[in-house]
């Protein structure tokens, strides 16, 4: 079984900064793609950052320009650093894994991000 943990959530003031990170506890090269989701409170839950074995990365447009997604193999890592956060980013951000033949997707459990003054 597969374990997502996510870390470095917190509260922050708008116009900060906050680095979130994915620790797997496998070998993150065997997933085809990595990325982080979010749902604020009574939305949907919605992608925020994906990035394939290659490095291609795909962003929500609400945070191109703002956030970076980044995978550390040696570390079986992936991050995302989030800058000039906004009140519109806070929610509960999860990290997600999907491992191909046979396809299987993993969550973590989510970790608060909460962006106000």
């Known amino acids: 079984q597969v374990q997502l943990v996510e870390s470095g959530g917190g509260l922050v003031q708008p116009g900060g900064s906050l680095r979130l990170s994915c620790a797997a506890s496998r070998n993150i090269v065997s997933f085809s793609t990595m990325g982080w989701y979010r749902q604020a409170p009574g939305k949907q839950r919605e992608l925020v950052a994906t990035?394939?074995?290659?490095?291609?990365?795909n962003y929500a447009d609400s945070v191109k320009g703002r956030f970076i997604i980044s995978r550390d193999n040696a570390m079986n890592t992936v991050h995302l650093q989030m800058n000039s956060l906004k009140p519109g980013d806070t929610a509960v951000y999860y990290c997600?894994?999907?491992?191909?033949?046979?396809?299987?997707?993993?969550w973590g459990q989510g970790t608060q991000v909460t962006v106000s003054s």
């Open positions: 990035m394939t074995t290659d490095s291609t990365t």
């Open positions: 997600k894994a999907i491992r191909i033949r046979p396809t299987v997707t993993y």
